[in-house]
Structure formats: structure tokens, C-alpha cells
């Protein structure tokens, strides 16, 4: 029997391929990474066939770990990274790198739309908050300043719709992909007209929208034979990495809540619906028609702490992030009043503003590093829990929320504790670090027919580890963080003279 499954998961800094077995664990695995490429300020992008050659590499060196198991493996199924955009030729070439969701040169024609009152009856449309990462504004900057290449461009795809091209020779994308796009209307589960109309570009120069369980019944000639695999494995479309997290770790029932901390992080709960903001600050993707994910991404959390750590460390030593998290166990909860707006690098979710800027508030003399570390964790929390309590309010349906955390921040057993602290909720730290490779060979057993409900499949999910929240710190936390939300605003209508102050003095 072909129980084995294999989870692709097209990343923005690396591509990793995992072989799970029957019962989710992971049996053999390859990583390779690529770099990211900003030659001009604002830009993000990558090589679309140098990431195509690291799914090649470790998908070949993944069956090729797993020995005599690469004869029971059934399928393959793909997570990929959201908001990417490449325009290729009438021969598939491609015109321009992958522009990734990082890359802000789109800002001023997003800033446009976000401005204009029918820019929120377009995020109600297509659940994709108005900013720069998005493909549509993304596509709106390539033809006024880069107008030969739009021109010339006969297809506009995101990276994962290219690698599946090379293989199979079909311009093909997933639900979810489609809706990263900002192109796609959740209602008519296809291109969005007006969307369009504002891109300029046409369904015949995007992909053929699929379910995220769509899959090839086999191999193309091309891919057995640079995977060394039968031609008998099945490929499955599959969704994007936010959406394919929240069913890796199991959080895909109502009520659920994943949290995933690694340079950026993220807040998602699942819905038998899409559920919306009225202000339009959080998302909404599919997972499948059933299963809508919808939350946040804020582009700063391990930086941050990667920040604070390079302020105060002279130089990189073994331990060192670790020996930094004590400090902050070393300072009271609530940092002595210390709040730091963690908005280093811009942020998107819940103020999208790419001009917005980190702070630290309340500092006076009795502060010291330990207050500083702890306050910079506090600060990443709480900007998370304030993107959670809009996810919260909008919620349809009633259920106990669970909560499962993901990422790098979990080495640091202060970061946990917070966590648990400000959400006064137990937090669970599933087994499968790479839970985008996991939903994706789950999504893909549900796909071909081995299950028949989605939430059976996430059963599979091992947790090893719960951190309980500590309720002497509910009213501290509780206090600061109405205090937090109340310096975040007003500190908005600031970011736009820092910035262009920083902008002028800045070399």
C-alpha cells in the first residue's frame, strides 16, 4: 500500500521537502536555501529558476534518503508562500525574478486604493488586507514603471504556478494562491472583474484557478525522471503556507488558534466561512470551501528579538539568544511599565503601514537590559493578541479556544510563558516543526480519498509539550495592554513624519 505522502513547502527563504508517513511522522527530509535579492530600496525578490532548482534538488535528495520507502510513496502535495508574482513569456520564460511579498515598491499605488472609499469593498471581495505585498498593486507598479516589460508579459503566476508549469506544461493555481493574489472574489470563487479591471490585465493572462484538492493522476515525464519516483505518484495542487499551518498543527476546528513566531509571525483561526473585518485589517484565505483561515501577519517577531539581541551582545556565541530570553525571566511581567511597539521593519497586520516605526515607551531610570529584553517579547505578544482580539470579535461561532504556537520563538521558554500569559489560555507545542509540509500531505490524503473529512486528518498531529498560563499575571498583563493598544494609536498619525524625516537624514 502507498501510505507514504510527501509535503512541499516552497518557502521564501528555503524550500523544504519532508517524507511523512501514514501516521504524520517524518521520515526523511531536505532543505535548500536561496537568497533574497533587494538591489534597489523596497525591493524583494528572487530567482524563479533558482528556487525551481531547489524543489528539484530536495525533492530528488528527500526519495533518495528514504531508500526502499520511495516505493510506498503515494503522492506529493505543495505549500507555498503567499503574494508572489512573476511575469513570464509566450514560451514560460520568465520576464522579471519572483517579486515576494516583501518588496514595497507597490506602496504608493496600495496607499492609493487604501485611500479611496472602494478600497474596502474590495478587501470585503477578496479578504486580502490593501497593501503592497499584494499582486494586484504589485501588477499596478509594473506597468506605469516598468510598462515594456507588462507589455510584453503573456502570463503574470506566482512561484509555486511556475514550478508546476515546468512539470506538467499548465498554467494552473489553487484557491488560495489565487486569493493571496488580491485578484480573487471569495463569493464567485473566481477572478474578481473589477480587481482585474484595476490590474489591467485579463483571466486569460493569470492561471486556471483550481480547488486546493486538485491533483494529477500522475507524474509527468519530466518530474519521474528528475525525482526518481513512479510515475504512478499523484501531485496535489494544495493551498499556502498560512492556511496548510493551521491544519499541520491541528488548529482547524472553530475556536482554534495558531501562532507562529519565527522572523515574522503570524495569527490564524479557522471558520466553516470567511469571516471579515469591517475595517479591513485582517485576512481571509481558503483552505478549501469548507475551511476559511483568516488572522494576521505582522512582519516583526524573531527580528525583534534578534534586534534587542545585537544591541546587547558584542558578538554571536553558542547560547547566547538563550542567556538573553533569562534576562528577561530576570525582569517582572509587564516590564516596570516598559512598552515597546515592536514595528521595526514596518508592519501589516493590524496597522498595515509600512512606514510604521518601533518604540519604546515609559523608559526611565530604573530600566535596565533585563526590562528592555522582556519588554521587546511583551511587545511582540501584544501586538499579536491585539491582531487575535480582531479575529475574536468577528468569530461566527462559539468554541473554546485552543491555542498552538509554532516557530523559533518556542526555544525561549520566557517567549512561551508570555504567550500563555497575555492570552491566558494553555498554549500547545505541536511535535512537526514544519507543519506547512504536514498540512500539505494531510490536505492531500483528503484530496485523493483517504479520508473524508478534513479534521480526522489533523488528528495525527502530536503535541509534546503545554505551557500553562500564569492567572497572577492576567491583571498586570490585562492593565498593559489596554495601555499598549492606546499608544499604538496614538502613535499612527506620527510614522508618516518619522519617516520621511529618517528618509531625508538617513546615507
Not at 291 to 302: L, Q
Not at 401 to 417: D, H, L
Not at 424 to 442: D, R, Y
Not at 473 to 484: A, D, Q, R, S, T
Request: glycine share 8%.
Amino acid at each position: 500500500m502507498k501510505s507514504y505522502a510527501i509535503g512541499i513547502d516552497i518557502g521564501t527563504t528555503s524550500t523544504k521537502v519532508v517524507l511523512f508517513d501514514e501516521k504524520g511522522a517524518a521520515v526523511a527530509h531536505h532543505a535548500k536555501s536561496y537568497p533574497l535579492l533587494a538591489e534597489v530600496p523596497g525591493a524583494a525578490e528572487q530567482n524563479p529558476d533558482e528556487i525551481y532548482e531547489a524543489v528539484v534538488y530536495s525533492l530528488r535528495e528527500t526519495v533518495r534518503k528514504s531508500g526502499d520507502l520511495a516505493e510506498r510513496i503515494g503522492f506529493i502535495s505543495f505549500s507555498t508562500a503567499m503574494h508572489s508574482l512573476i511575469a513570464v513569456d509566450t514560451d514560460g520564460k520568465p520576464l522579471t525574478n519572483s517579486i515576494t511579498w516583501a518588496d514595497t515598491r507597490s506602496e504608493s499605488y496600495a496607499f492609493a486604493v487604501k485611500s479611496n472609499p472602494d478600497g474596502l469593498d474590495l478587501y470585503k471581495r477578496t479578504g486580502v488586507p490593501l497593501h503592497p505585498m499584494t499582486p494586484l498593486f504589485k501588477l499596478q507598479w509594473l506597468k506605469n514603471e516598468h510598462t515594456e516589460i507588462f507589455q510584453k508579459a503573456t502570463k503574470f503566476v506566482g512561484i509555486k504556478d511556475y514550478i508546476l508549469y515546468r512539470w506538467f506544461g499548465e498554467w494552473a493555481t489553487d484557491y488560495a494562491s489565487a486569493a493571496a493574489m488580491g485578484l480573487w472574489n471569495m463569493n464567485t470563487l473566481e477572478w474578481d472583474e473589477e480587481a482585474l479591471r484595476m490590474a489591467d490585465v485579463t483571466p486569460d493572462q493569470l492561471p486556471v484557478i483550481q480547488p486546493t484538492t486538485f491533483y494529477w493522476d500522475n507524474l509527468s515525464e519530466t518530474l519521474a525522471k528528475i525525482s526518481g519516483l513512479d510515475s504512478s505518484v499523484k501531485v496535489v495542487i494544495g493551498a499556502t503556507d498560512g492556511p496548510l499551518s493551521n491544519l499541520g498543527v491541528g488548529a482547524i476546528s472553530p475556536g482554534d488558534v495558531a501562532v507562529t513566531i519565527g522572523t515574522s509571525g503570524a495569527i490564524r483561526t479557522t471558520s466553516s466561512t470567511p469571516v471579515l473585518d469591517a475595517e479591513g485589517r485582517t485576512f481571509c484565505y481558503p483552505l478549501t470551501e469548507k475551511h476559511w483561515v483568516s488572522g494576521g501577519p505582522v512582519n516583526n517577531g524573531g527580528i525583534a528579538f534578534q534586534w534587542v539581541h545585537d544591541l546587547f551582545t558584542e558578538e554571536e556565541m553558542e547560547g547566547s539568544y538563550e542567556e538573553l530570553s533569562k534576562r528577561a525571566e530576570a525582569a517582572l511581567p509587564g516590564a516596570e511599565g516598559l512598552v515597546f511597539l515592536p514595528h521595526l521593519t514596518g508592519e501589516r497586520a493590524p496597522l498595515w503601514d509600512a512606514q510604521a516605526k518601533g518604540s519604546f515607551i515609559g523608559l526611565t531610570l530604573r530600566h535596565k537590559k533585563d526590562h528592555m529584553v522582556r519588554a521587546v517579547l511583551e511587545g511582540t505578544i501584544f501586538n499579536l493578541y491585539q491582531v487575535y482580539s480582531l479575529v475574536k470579535t468577528q468569530a461566527q461561532e462559539k468554541a473554546d479556544v485552543k491555542i498552538f504556537a509554532t516557530g523559533g520563538f518556542t526555544n525561549s521558554p520566557a517567549w512561551k510563558q508570555i504567550l500563555a500569559d497575555v492570552f491566558q489560555k494553555a498554549v500547545s507545542i505541536p511535535e512537526h516543526t514544519e507543519s506547512s509540509c504536514l498540512g500539505a500531505v494531510q490536505l492531500g490524503r483528503f484530496a485523493i480519498g483517504e479520508t473524508e473529512v478534513l479534521q480526522e486528518v489533523s488528528e495525527e498531529t502530536k503535541q509534546y509539550g503545554t505551557v500553562m498560563p500564569n492567572a497572577e499575571h492576567k491583571e498586570v498583563y490585562g492593565e498593559l495592554f489596554e495601555i499598549y493598544q492606546s499608544l499604538s494609536k496614538t502613535m499612527e498619525s506620527q510614522y508618516k513624519a518619522i519617516h520621511e524625516f529618517q528618509s531625508r537624514v538617513s546615507k
